[in-house]
């Protein structure tokens, strides 16, 4: 399997076509419409086309809608659903309905009404209990607020901090004016509520002794009547608002079970989208339009029929090579392979025209996955988990993948768990050994153990790391032959080759003499020459320094790196045996269990994700380094792409 081939699409069409030609073309699902900007950088071409215009913001603001009326369906109105809930069947045709979507945006409107008049009524009641609780201060005041005196008496509302003593402050204001009398309406954590009465003839003085004590005036601007009937008439009011939004809120609740239409109209609208936003992306010219954009090379006699339908004309032709770079990626794969493919769109994808990396990733990935992992236990909860989801949900695209990859390395993990003796740690014989003392059964058959064999295991990593690394130069060799370089792949792999070949001979202990000095000493000499072909002068002694000092040290890091490989079977494998070892001190089959069962799980969860990213920097890092090319652009055909439902396949 590789990198799928693309062809490059320019198409002329009549403008009255364009809407069921973009409906064919979705169905085919095998064309991305490029952005026409090198087109109009032509005169010829810009003299004669323009940018077509679409309803892209229209549809934009119904999905926005959508998503809005199923947030608030969410949140005010759930609805009890299995988590594990399969998707619902639908023919393209029903999908694709625009009165189903209208209909569905309709209802979206209807619910974010509702909300938004409840929300209102909300605000509304806050409001009014917040004017409710600024007048109970002056609950107790039997004057109307609005009543500033008589002709010789005025009246005044305000507030003291709480922590004055109010009989000193009313004293103190008495002593002051001649005529005048502090009443204490209420009194809170924070102040006191008062009333003053005060013959205007000594106002000033009573005014002055009380601003001594922090005296503010009541806030009570265009409020009329007592503060007793205006509190009445606010709860009333706000209860009233209450009950509104009680019945903006049942209504809503009452919309709750038709959350699926809403759901399945975001689907709807998803491709409503993607057809305007190709619109946009098309050139017109009166009664023409001009389509330029890619095509997956598979599917071209797909595109030939759908076209052939149509008053149109279309080329297809092969990118030059200096378009790699801006040629989209597909890569398809087999079922072993296509997992990878998450790995490899985490990183990036390949430019077109190199190398697809997933087929020489994928047995490295999941072998690895599976040595640092290994047990038994833990691979059956993986491969569980993965045919579980992958037959009850039918995930999609990346999710697919990932539960894809999780059930292969799952298999690998069991493997070698089986290799190591390990179902979740030593768990078999410690309740072995709880049930019975005297079991013979101390251990599980193994090959080999990590906490008996740790060094056999680190040889075994550091020799799956070098294999992975000749591995990447072979790739690399094999790439430059193909592309007309094979002499660069002489010097710049060979070299290495014939040096390990030396070493390999000299650790063998074959010909001391005429032997591996002789390949070391030819290894030594490509590498001076094939580090130093392209340099000039005194250039080429460090061109020669530079090759050997990065050369080596960089592969012996390399390898190295893959000691990780041992360093997570051991710690995964003593993390299990030291908890079943506490909980088989209990000496109590339930405790164990118990105890066994919660560092297990936390085992499991911290490998599970550990174990990927270790994996995935030594494909990146150590294996990708050698030979590949990344930078790819993904692609992205028009395509019927949906969430929450699965189409029909057609007959």
Partial sequence: MSIVKMKRLHLIALRK???????????????????????????????????????????????????????????????????????????????????????????AGVINDQAKAAAACSARATRLEAERLSLTPWEDCQLPLE?????????????VPSAVDFTAMAGAVEEAADAVQVTLLRTDGQQHAVEVLVHKSCEAQALEALRSYGFAF????????????????????????????????????????????????????????????????????????????WCSAPEVKALEEALGRYDCAWDLSDPDPEEYPRVPVQLRNGPLTRPLNMVTNMYA??????????????????????????????????????????????????????????????????????????????????????????????ALPALFTPLEDTMAILVGSLVLGFIQIITGQIVSFVKKCQGGHAWDGVWDEGPWWVIYLGVGLMVLGVGNVAGYPVVLLLGLLMLVYGSTRNARGIGKIGAFVGAVYNGATGIFGDVLSYARLMALMLSGSIIASVFNTLGGITGNVVTFVLISFVGNALNFALNLLGCYVHDLRLQCLEFFKTFYQDGGKPFRPLAIRTKYVDIKEEN
């Fill in 147 to 159: 009543e500033q005196g008589t002709k010789t008496v005025s009246v005044f509302l305000g507030t």
């Fill in 349 to 442: 994808l390949p430019v077109y025209g190199t190398v697809d990396p997933n087929p020489l990733m994928a047995p490295f990935f999941i072998l690895f996955y599976g040595i640092m992992m290994a047990d038994m236990g833990y691979g059956l909860l993986m491969i569980l988990g993965s045919v579980f989801v992958l037959k009850k949900m039918r995930p999609k695209e990346g999710m697919h993948d990932f539960f894809a990859l999780l059930g292969l390395c799952g298999v690998s993990t069991f493997v070698i768990g089986a290799l190591t003796g390990g179902f979740f740690g030593d768990f078999i014989p410690q309740i072995a050994k709880i049930i019975n003392p005297d079991t013979s059964l101390t």
């Fill in 218 to 293: 009541a806030q009570m601007k265009g409020v009329t009547g007592t503060a007793a009937d205006n509190i009445r008439r606010l709860e009333a009011e706000k209860q009233a608002a209450e009950k509104e939004r009680e019945e903006h809120l049942a209504a809503i609740r009452d919309l709750g079970g038709r959350k699926r239409e809403l759901q399945v109209a975001t689907d709807r609208v998803q491709q409503v989208i993607a057809k305007e936003s190709a619109k946009e992306r098309l050139l017109t010219g009166g009664a023409i339009l001009y389509l330029d954009g």
């Fill in 17 to 107: 076509d364009r809407e069921a030609l973009l409906a064919e073309l979705m169905h085919v699902g095998c064309v991305e419409v490029s952005e026409p900007t090198q087109t109009l950088s032509d005169p010829s071409y810009a003299a004669l086309l323009q940018r077509d215009t679409s309803l892209l913001p229209q549809a934009r603001e119904q999905q926005a809608a959508l998503k809005q009326a199923i947030d608030t369906l969410n949140r005010l109105a759930p609805q009890k659903g299995g988590l594990f809930t399969p998707r619902e069947l639908m023919a393209e045709e029903a999908l694709l309905s625009p009165q189903a979507l209208e209909d569905a945006v309709a209802l």
